[in-house]
């Protein structure tokens, strides 16, 4: 079962042009896109570098280490569906943005 996870207001995030925030043990690139936001999993399938440090494109982040993009809408990677991404529901309640996130599952 989801959950709703307050990560901060967005005046206390450092948006560059990501935030790296942190939900149920997930690391989460969230963006400012237009008058509302955007999150999916930080870390870059490929190599793991920070997608929050990527360029933002039209719609798109574009990984600063070898330039995969990734859809910020749907997590798909350029490179083929292998390589996309989770995204993550966003909304802002009371001044503070909340992320909804379904926990992790253990291993056995
Ligand atoms: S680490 Fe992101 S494209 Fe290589």
């Known amino acids: 079962m989801s959950a709703w996870i307050d990560v901060g207001a967005p005046a206390e995030l450092e948006f560059r042009p990501g935030a790296t925030v942190v939900a149920a043990g997930r690391r989460i690139a969230l963006f ?3 008058d509302g936001y ?4 930080n ?3 490929h190599a793991g570098a920070a ?3 990527g360029t933002l494109l039209d719609g798109k982040v574009a990984c600063f280490l070898h330039c995969w993009e990734f859809d910020l809408e749907t997590g798909a990677c350029d490179v083929g569906p292998e390589w996309n991404v989770r995204v993550y529901p966003v ?3 009371d001044g503070r943005l909340e992320i909804e996130v379904e926990p992790e599952v253990a291993p056995d």
């Open 51 to 53: 997608l929050a440090d």
């Open 38 to 41: 955007r999150a999916l999993d």
């Open 91 to 93: 909304r802002e309640r």
């Open 43 to 45: 870390p870059c399938p």
């Open 32 to 34: 400012r896109v237009g």
